[in-house]
């Protein structure tokens, strides 16, 4: 069945984006402070254990059983492993570098996504594509600062994560074809409760403190609210107008790390996330010049 889609509300979607940009920072923020004792593994597999009861209790209330039906169990396993390794990275950079650093690497994801869909979904690979990805990558150099300041590895985990993110919207724009957004998130977050559980087992699982404990339940709520928010933007205007309404969190995070964490706000950063920012405007704009639109 086709869905009509709703008049352009630019207001209305930014104040979705701005209850995405609130999840995202406050994630972040958990994902710090639960890593004081857990480690990635675990904070995916309590992440998901919170989640998982409310996506299926909406799951069935508003689709039935029949909901969690797909043709595409495959595509689902391989979207899910490039989502579980690349939140799993990202939580390794909350804990290793400065936030505002990392958010800065998360936004090379729509530049890989630029670069891999001619290979994923035969798009055609463009000049343009080719300079919003170079120019996004030129900012990398400049905020992760090779040779004047020392590269850690969470530096490559956030690249990394941000890879991992890439695949996971080119798997999950295909799935979207035929399943419902319901049914991508459950099988997402079951999936990765078990790889979770599967991976951090072996070392044993640890309990969170009682200090602790309220950052797990939010961590778990915050994961659904954020993806919530950004979809319902995505429902009310299109991504290029919803995507740079998104570039506030570098801001918003920037501003926690620097009162709570004590982390510098440098010019590299700003200069490097203005080049980042630049690529994805240019593959924004390139997205509209040639006419895709909402769900493209």
């Known amino acids: 069945m086709t869905v009509a889609l709703r008049a352009s509300q630019p207001l209305a979607a930014a104040a979705w984006v701005a209850g995405a940009v609130a999840s995202f920072a406050l994630m972040a923020v958990a994902g710090r402070e ?72 998360e936004f090379t994801s729509p530049l890989w996504v630029a670069l891999l869909a001619p290979l994923l979904l035969g798009e055609r690979l463009t000049a343009v594509r080719l300079a919003a990805a170079a120019l996004g990558f030129l900012g990398v150099l400049v905020v992760a600062q090779p040779g004047v300041a020392p590269l850690e590895w969470g530096h490559a985990a956030g690249l990394t994560a941000a890879l991992g993110f890439a695949l ?90 620097m009162a709570f964490y004590a982390e510098p706000l440098t010019a590299a950063l700003f200069i490097g996330a203005a080049l980042i920012l630049g690529g994805n405007a240019l593959n924004i704009l390139r997205v509209r010049n040639t006419g895709q639109g909402r769900g493209a």
């Open 34 to 105: 639960l890593s004081a004792e857990l480690d990635t593994f675990e904070i995916m597999f309590y992440r998901s254990a919170v989640g998982f009861p409310l996506v299926l209790a909406a799951l069935l209330r508003f689709e039935g059983w029949r909901g969690a039906l797909t043709a595409r169990p495959g595509l689902h396993a391989v979207r899910n492993v490039a989502h579980f390794a690349g939140q799993n990275l990202w939580f390794y950079g909350v804990a290793t570098i400065p936030l505002a650093q990392l958010v800065a690497l």
């Open 168 to 257: 996971t919207n080119i798997l999950t724009r295909k799935l979207s074809a035929r399943d419902s957004t319901l049914c991508v998130v459950f099988w997402m977050t079951a999936s990765q409760m078990l790889m979770g559980l599967a991976t951090a087992a072996p070392g044993g699982i640890t309990a969170p403190s009682a200090a602790l404990a309220p950052w797990v339940l939010l961590i778990g709520l915050l994961g659904l609210s954020a993806h919530y928010c950004l979809t319902q933007a995505l429902s009310l205007a299109d991504v290029s107008v919803v995507a740079p309404m998104e570039f506030m969190r570098l801001p918003v995070v920037a501003l926690i790390g």
